[in-house]
């Protein structure tokens, strides 16, 4: 009391000082701070004394400029108590007088930013907080530190210095937790108690702010060198993020894994921080794994790897690879969540697997077979081609760590760089190799190219030959000795003449033995159907039943092009019988879905061929090309579709550019016109009907997206015919029908017919028939837009919407 005595004489002093002004008051400043620094510093005041000092620094706030003496005034408040010194300049810059501008308040912060007061203040707390402390003062302290930037840029308006711009406030920030976590360590090695919750709040109030990259780019690589060797830091380390309230935990975890520079440095930083805390432990088993999918793979890796790193939290990566497993066999998920997503639970399988010991294998061995089963039947049942090769992927890796001695699960697919990637995760990286500064791409090159020497190294051996003595190999060398080769230079090969009449061709696709006339005749059919158009309207519909049923006898180059350009062809040549056996026996008995999908790819090469000209003479220049839909064997037609549909919106925005000039193409009858009802309609009629072998609405949903997407081609082919409203119209309600169906695919081929009813269907005809129908189809895409998970069929209503918004704006002039 009575070294305090001087203080509290000086505060009152200096304050009354401040009132009168004149040149008294530059010495009652000075009288403070020696009374300061005789009381022992901001540390040693009581209660009483930081009451009396926080008074005087508002009066110092509030007195006028030419009271307060240049220099002297800023030093009180770096030398004083920071905390109260950090709340009377908030208070002063969020109400200035008239005699204290906001730009000195920012100044004054400043200084107190540089001079390390922000550490001084943190340390300050702790000391409090270890002899119990205002709870209420220290929220307030702790929404004044991290909110700083914000309060300083909110007043200033963007003028505020360069210090306050979160990318440098926060790192300075960083530094000063590193400078409290040191006196903490020399506080504990002497002996003596201090509390670290503080500096945990402060964290973690950063982190949850968005701010994660920005102060552990500068505490990540401190702890990192800290704890290296230092149990105590260890600890230190553990106490700072089990302090961190559960309401922060998320977003301090997560800014962890994702700057950690490796499993194992995680681990020395968390421990066993999922083990003490339940929703470190939810955040890291469940939120990071199983609802989130935007992380990369080095996340994954510091994560999993983490978990596997120490005994008490290799329960929780089994435990995790089960719920992995669980999802990923899961046809529910399979179909409702995005491929992005599902990608991301299989390198987080894969990576789970790499971290399984022997043992472990052996005691849920079971589990995983049943797992792997489940799950690769529900991936091969997908539409999507990136889908089912995902799932072989990971059942075969499954299958590589249960039967490492019997055979393997196999699968033909092809090998890019995501099944590369996918397969380099079952190779456990070391954890020191683990290095976040690299691109995730250089990391799978290089971990790419470990794998090559690994298997090139066993190849070798298993494959290296036993050596025979010299004796045996020259007796094996000399036993053909006398056999002398022909010479075949000369020879020529025979050419099987092919027949020149349909009805010949007829009969030797279903009667005839000779092989050579057989393939001769398959290859030269699409020619003599298209040469005899009058001969081929005789025979069309038995010639394209035989082709339809057409087996490969011999192995013929391009075997199913030919016979599928035989069958365009026909159509073409008769286009209406044709296509009243083919649509009608889309819906038939006694039919594989291959030979269905094969109806519905000529249908539309057919339609194609005959709604665009016949190009004789001349055509534009070489840089506009007509657009092309072609519909291979198992191929994705969405996309082709996409294509044209975009080009098609392309020729109808308007562009005031000169340009090249082109040339007319010559004209020419749209063939597809006068039939097109008959390719359409059948197709519509009876897609839910169910046959004993064929269900649309059921196990064959591949079929149905082929078929969707079929009809949305036929649409768009149909525009400027007579049928195009009833097709339009037809359209619609099919659609209607299935908008909800749970494949993505289906839903993609939806979409795209709403595209070719828009562009195809003349407006006026869309604005008197089917005005109700369009509104609740415009409603029904803003909900895919919002709702739906598969980021092609978003895009494709989204580009539905802007195309229904030319026709919004005709329904506003049309007189009601």
């Known amino acids: 009391m009575a070294v305090a005595a001087p203080l509290e004489r000086g505060l009152r002093e200096a304050a009354a000082a401040l009132e009168r002004g004149g040149e008294g008051a530059a010495a009652a400043l000075g009288a403070v701070r020696a009374a300061l620094v005789a009381a022992g510093g901001p540390a040693a005041l009581g209660e009483r004394e930081r009451a009396l000092f926080g008074a005087f620094l508002r009066s110092l706030a509030r007195a006028p400029r030419a009271a307060r003496p240049e220099g002297g005034w800023q030093s009180c408040f770096l030398e004083g108590p920071p905390g109260l010194a950090l709340c009377v300049l908030l208070e002063a810059l969020a109400s200035p007088g008239p005699s204290f501008h906001p730009r000195e308040v920012a100044e004054v912060l400043e200084q107190f930013l540089r001079e390390g007061r922000i550490s001084a203040l943190m340390w300050e707390v702790c000391q409090q907080q270890a002899q119990a402390g205002s709870p209420e003062l220290h929220e307030a302290l702790l929404n004044k530190i991290v909110c700083l930037p914000d309060h300083v840029s909110n007043k200033l308006q963007g003028k505020n210095p360069p210090v306050f711009f979160p990318q440098n406030y926060f790192p ?294 036993p050596v025979m003595p010299d004796e045996e190999l020259g007796a094996e060398l000399d036993s053909d000795d006398d056999l002398i080769p022909y010479d075949m230079s000369e020879d020529k090969e025979l050419k099987t003449k092919a027949p020149v009449y349909i009805r010949d061709c007829i009969e030797v696709l279903t009667g005839s033995e000779d092989v050579d006339k057989w393939e001769a005749t398959v290859k030269a059919l699409e020619g003599l159907v298209r040469k005899n158009p009058a001969a081929t309207r005789e025979v069309s519909v038995e010639l394209a039943k035989i082709l339809l049923h057409l087996e490969e006898k011999t192995c013929i180059e391009g075997f199913v092009e030919l016979r599928q350009r035989a069958q365009v062809a026909v159509l073409t040549t008769d286009p209406i019988p044709v296509a009243k056996y083919l649509t009608s026996q889309f819906y038939s008995l006694n039919y594989s879905l291959r030979q269905r999908m094969d109806i519905l790819d000529v249908l539309v090469l057919a339609a194609q061929e005959l709604s665009y000209p016949k190009s004789h003479g001349k055509t534009k220049h070489s840089g506009a090309q007509k657009p092309c839909i072609q519909l291979p064997p198992g191929s994705d037609s969405s996309k082709d579709w996409r294509r044209i549909v975009d080009e098609r ?160 704006k005709k329904l506003r002039t049309v007189p009601s």
């Open 172 to 465: 300075l920030l960083g530094g000063a937790i590193i400078q409290v976590l040191q006196k903490i360590s020399d506080s504990l090695r002497g002996g003596l108690d201090c509390s670290i919750s503080f500096v945990s709040h402060v964290l973690g109030k950063v982190c949850v702010h968005g701010r994660q990259k920005e102060i552990l780019s500068v505490l990540v690589p401190h702890l990192t060198d800290l704890t290296k060797s230092d149990c105590i830091w260890q600890r230190i380390c553990w106490r700072l993020v089990e302090c961190v309230p559960d309401r922060w935990m998320e977003a301090v975890v997560l800014g962890f894994v994702q700057r950690t520079p490796g499993a194992d440095v995680l681990s020395r930083l968390l421990g066993n921080l999922v083990v003490k805390n339940k929703k470190a432990q939810f955040v890291v088993t469940q939120k990071l794994l199983l609802l989130q999918y935007g992380h990369t793979t080095a996340v994954l890796q510091n994560l999993l790897g983490y978990l596997s790193l120490d005994g008490l939290r290799r329960a929780l990566l089994i435990k995790v690879l089960q719920e992995l497993l669980e999802t990923w066999g899961s046809s529910s998920a399979v179909k409702h969540s995005p491929p992005e997503q599902q990608q991301y639970i299989s390198k987080a399988i894969l990576i789970c697997l790499s971290h399984l010991k022997e043992p472990e294998i052996e005691t849920c061995r079971q589990e995983l077979l049943t797992s792997m089963m489940e799950g690769v039947k529900c991936h091969l049942d997908s539409n999507l081609p990136q889908i089912r090769r995902l799932g072989m992927i990971v059942a075969e890796s499954i299958s590589s760590k249960i039967n490492t001695d019997g055979p393997v699960l196999k699968f033909q697919y092809e090998e890019d760089d995501e099944a590369r990637e996918l397969k380099s995760l079952l190779v456990q990286t070391p954890p020191f190799c683990v290095v976040p500064s690299l691109p995730d791409d250089d990391r799978n090159e290089k971990a790419d190219a470990a794998v090559p020497l690994v298997l090139e190294s066993s190849k070798k051996s298993h494959t290296a030959a």
């Open 649 to 808: 919106i392309k020729s109808k925005t308007r562009r005031f550019a000169t340009g090249q000039s082109q040339v007319e193409l010559a004209s020419s009858p749209n063939e597809f016109s006068s039939v097109a009802g008959h390719f359409f309609f059948p197709l519509i009629q009876h897609f839910d009907r169910p046959l004993t072998t064929f269900d649309l609405l059921g196990e064959d949903h591949f079929v149905l997206g082929r078929l969707v997407h079929t009809l949305a081609v036929l649409m768009y082919l149909a525009v400027n015919t007579v049928a195009v409203t009833a097709m339009g119209k037809a359209l619609l309600e099919f659609v209607w029908a299935l908008r909800f169906h749970t494949d993505s695919y289906v839903r993609q081929g939806l979409l795209s017919c709403i595209s070719s009813m828009l562009l195809s269907v003349p407006t006026e005809r869309l604005l008197e028939d089917m005005t109700e129908e369009l509104l609740e189809t415009q409603s029904w895409l803003g909900d895919v837009v919002e709702k739906d998970p598969d980021g092609d069929c978003r895009r494709l209503a989204l580009q539905n919407l802007l195309l229904m918004e030319n026709l919004k």
